[in-house]
């Protein structure tokens, strides 16, 4: 078969591999995996935070059986998978558990990747890829995450890692963590921060609205907070080349930049303490395209691209600029459709969201970039099909 000279790719995907679900259902308190019984039907359920509305979610087999994840990359024509793993990863466990789980859930998706089958049309690569798993807990020893970040070098098809925002325990803005960026830099692993836990929930009132409101919005402002307190650290000046991939495109940090910028400017603990503006570190970050709209990805790709113009000190950003730093992504197995469909709705919205979005509309090769060449450059693959 001819090479395929768009590829779709999916950086925001994920798993919960068997090895994971069997830690979740052997516990008695959340997050944990739990049989469900309504009337004469019996599932299992997903509590991931105490008090979940709703008593959690089902889960079944679209959460850890590789060929779920297969059918549905091929249902919706996508040629390769950055697999994740799902929240809340090994934040619960105690060090040593953590430790020895992320040794083995690396090795567990290292062969689950390795023995996909090969990307169709993309000579060289598999069908999957990963993003690992750090110990980041509290009480780990630092010497201890990075034998990991050591071991994940040495598993071909793990291309990053997946973090949460509390880091040890203090957030990623924990200076302690500085060994662990170095790394993670140094090892060119791409860093997919996600959120698990939200926002203080007694913020969103008594009325049920199910998980609407934690994930529209809890998820989203977790992201904004842990990023925005990562470049206030300095952490970005530091380690600039940092490949951080943000999950739903960046939460409200592209809204919010220039009234941060502000802030910081106005501020006299701060004012002094970063190398940029702060608009300019966007222009550092990837972000991805899960935002289901079109006005929302063509802003997203509007502030990045501002941040070239603070790169050369002032003048007129190419407003598509940015769109090297956005990657098209599902969230899958999250967001069935309610109804059965052969097609989801949350990935179709998200696809068609790339397409129309204003400039990009007309230029196939920006949508072929952000559907999926981006993630192959971003994850040093590209040179592999495209030389
Ligand atoms: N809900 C989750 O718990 N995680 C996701 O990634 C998406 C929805
Ligand atoms: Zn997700």
Known sequence: MANIRHPIVDVHTHVYLPRYAA????RTSAPRILNWTNGAKTEERLLILEGEPS?????????????????????????ISFVSSANPWLDFLPADRAQT??????????????????????????????????????????STIIQTIEHLKTLPHIRGIIMGTKGVGKGLDDNALDPV???????RLVVFIH?????????????????????????????????TRLIL???????PDLRLLLAHSGGALPQLSSRLASCIQHDPIVANRLKH?????????????????????????RTISRASAFKSGGGTADSLAGSTRLLFGTDHPFFPPLEASQKWPSVENNLEAIR???????????????LGLNALRLFDLHDQVYT
Request: aromatic letters at 12%.
């Open 181 to 187: 960026w170095h790394a993670i830099q140094a090892a």
């Open 233 to 239: 650290s300095g952490v970005l000046d530091r380690f």
């Open 23 to 26: 830690e979740l259902r052997a």
């Open 55 to 79: 008593g959690g979610r089902p889960i079944g087999p679209q959460y850890w059986d590789r060929d779920e994840k297969l059918e549905f990359m091929r249902r919706h024509g996508i040629n």
């Open 356 to 370: 129309r979005m204003v400039g990009v509309n007309s230029k196939p090769e920006q949508q072929a970039n952000i």
């Open 195 to 227: 959120p698990h836990y939200g926002v203080d929930s007694s913020a969103f009132g008594e009325n049920d609205n199910g998980h609407v409101l934690p994930l529209a919005l809890g998820f989203p402002f977790e992201t904004t907070i842990a990023v």
């Open 101 to 142: 789980l992320a040794h083995e859930l690396n090795n567990d998706l290292e062969e689950y990747c390795a023995t996909s089958p090969p990307a169709e049309g993309l000579s060289g690569l598999k069908t999957l890829y990963g993003f690992g798993l750090l110990p980041l807990v509290p009480d780990v020893e630092v």
């Open 277 to 301: 503006d702060a608009r300019y570190y966007l222009g550092q970050l990837y972000f991805d395209a899960v935002a289901y709209g079109s006005e929302e990805l063509t802003f997203v790709t």
